[in-house]
């Protein structure tokens, strides 16, 4: 963040993963998308859908319009509705 924040960015972004932000659990990751594997833990579909917004975290051409001491304010294009 600090390198974005001082205007230093790279010629091609990174895709910006929201999981990098927000991590996941690991037994959602081992659920898998659909779910199933384990027992009372939520499919990576349904996990996401609740954290994130989305089914999938990961946005693309991030944009900072605003920033303070405490926080950052992103823009991003994401393949589905805002998180």
């Not at 990751?29 to 939520?42: A, H, K, R, S, T």
Request: charged content about 15%; aromatic content about 14%.
């Amino acid at each position: 963040w600090n390198r974005l924040c001082d205007n230093v960015l790279p010629e091609k972004t990174m895709p910006f993963d929201l999981l990098t932000v927000l991590p996941t659990r690991l037994d959602v990751e081992v659920n898998g998308f659909n779910g199933g594997v384990l027992n009372g833990v939520p499919s990576a579909y349904h996990w996401y859908t609740e954290q994130y917004g989305v089914k999938w975290p990961v946005g693309y051409e991030v944009n900072i319009s605003s920033q303070g001491d405490n926080f950052i304010q992103v823009d991003f294009d994401t393949p589905w509705c805002q998180p």
